[in-house]
C-alpha cells in the first residue's frame, strides 16, 4: 500500500505527538486560529485513517468470506462446530464432571431410599395383614361373601372371594344376550 493513494502517515505516532495532543486544552475558549488549524486538521487527518481503515476491513472481510466459500464452511456448518466445541469444552470441565458426579450419587441413594421406603411399606402390611383387627375385617367380609353365595344359590359356605367373584362373572356373561345379525328373509324391509 502506498502512502499517496491511501493518504497514510507511513510513520508511527511517536511519544512528541502523544505528548502535543495532551497538552492541548479543548475547553480552553481562548485558542489561537492556528491551533485550531492545526487541530482541524489533525481531525481531518484522523477522519482520512478512520475511513481509509474501514475500508481496508471491509476489502479483507470480503476476502475471508471468499476464502472460507472456497474451503466449503458455510455459517451453519461453524455454527455446528461451535457449538459442538463449546459442548465438548463444558462436559470435559471440573465443574461439569463434579456436577455429573454429584448427581449419580443422588441418584443412587434416591433409588436406595425407595427400596428401604418399599420394604418398610411392604412389611408394614404385612404386620397389618397379620393384626387382629384385619382378621376381623378379613372374617367379616368372609362370612358376607358366605352369605351371598348362599343366596345367589351357591352350595353352602365355602371358597374364596375370587371365587365369588369368578362365579358372578361367569353367570353374568351367560345373561347376557347376544347380539348377532341374522339375515332378513328376503321382501321385508
Not at 505516532?13 to 502535543?20: A, H, N, P, Y
Amino acid at each position: 500500500m502506498e502512502t499517496s493513494q491511501t493518504g497514510l502517515d507511513s510513520q508511527p505516532l511517536r511519544e512528541t505527538d502523544e505528548d502535543l495532543a495532551s497538552e492541548i486544552n479543548l475547553s480552553n475558549s481562548i485558542m489561537t486560529e492556528e491551533e485550531r488549524e492545526e487541530i482541524q486538521q489533525e481531525l481531518a487527518k484522523l477522519e482520512e485513517e478512520i475511513s481509509t481503515l474501514k475500508q481496508v476491513l471491509t476489502s479483507k472481510e470480503k476476502q475471508h468470506a471468499e476464502l472460507k466459500e472456497k474451503l466449503g464452511l458455510t455459517p451453519l456448518g461453524e455454527l455446528r462446530n461451535n457449538f459442538s466445541r463449546g459442548w465438548q469444552d463444558m462436559t470435559n470441565s471440573t465443574a461439569y464432571k463434579k456436577t455429573s458426579e454429584t448427581l449419580s450419587t443422588a441418584g443412587q441413594k434416591t433409588t436406595a431410599a425407595f427400596n428401604t421406603l418399599g420394604t418398610a411399606i411392604t412389611r408394614k402390611l404385612g404386620d397389618m395383614r397379620n393384626s387382629p383387627s384385619f382378621k376381623s375385617f378379613e372374617e367379616k367380609v368372609e362370612t358376607t361373601v358366605s352369605s351371598i353365595k348362599t343366596k345367589v344359590g351357591g352350595t353352602g359356605p365355602g371358597g374364596s372371594f375370587e371365587d365369588v367373584l369368578s362365579s358372578a362373572a361367569n353367570a353374568s356373561n351367560q345373561d347376557t344376550p347376544t347380539n348377532s345379525m341374522t339375515p332378513a328373509p328376503e321382501g321385508s324391509c
